[in-house]
């Protein structure tokens, strides 16, 4: 499970980074917001993950719950900065 966990993430990770070298050869005006909204999110999930790896193994369906969802204020701040500029300039 950890290696599957780990290749998801890298594969994200790669996904982000061709999506965001793309932009910089199509939108200039959208890379440095698009920068902005990675870089938190990967902030937010680094801290997130980190948090989860020290939590004893989930061995029920039922433990899969998080009950209390992760902040996301930053990335989804930045996320929405990124779609206005989007909208504007694609």
């Known amino acids: 499970m950890r290696q599957q966990l780990t290749d998801e ?3 994200l990770l ?3 980074t ?3 070298a793309w932009l910089q050869f199509e939108a200039m005006a959208v890379a440095g917001p698009y920068a902005t909204l990675v870089a938190t999110a990967r902030a937010e999930a680094d801290a997130q ?3 989860a790896w ?3 193994p989930v061995t029920t369906d039922s433990g899969m ?3 209390t969802p992760y902040p996301r204020d930053r990335s989804n701040a930045a996320r929405d900065r990124c779609i206005e500029v ?3 300039h694609l």
Do not use: I, Y
Request: hydrophobic share 40%.
């Open 9 to 11: 993430v890298s594969t």
């Open 14 to 16: 790669a996904r982000m």
């Open 18 to 20: 061709f999506h965001q």
């Open 49 to 51: 993950m980190g948090l």
């Open 54 to 56: 020290q939590q004893p």
């Open 65 to 67: 719950n998080l009950g």
């Open 86 to 88: 989007m909208r504007r």
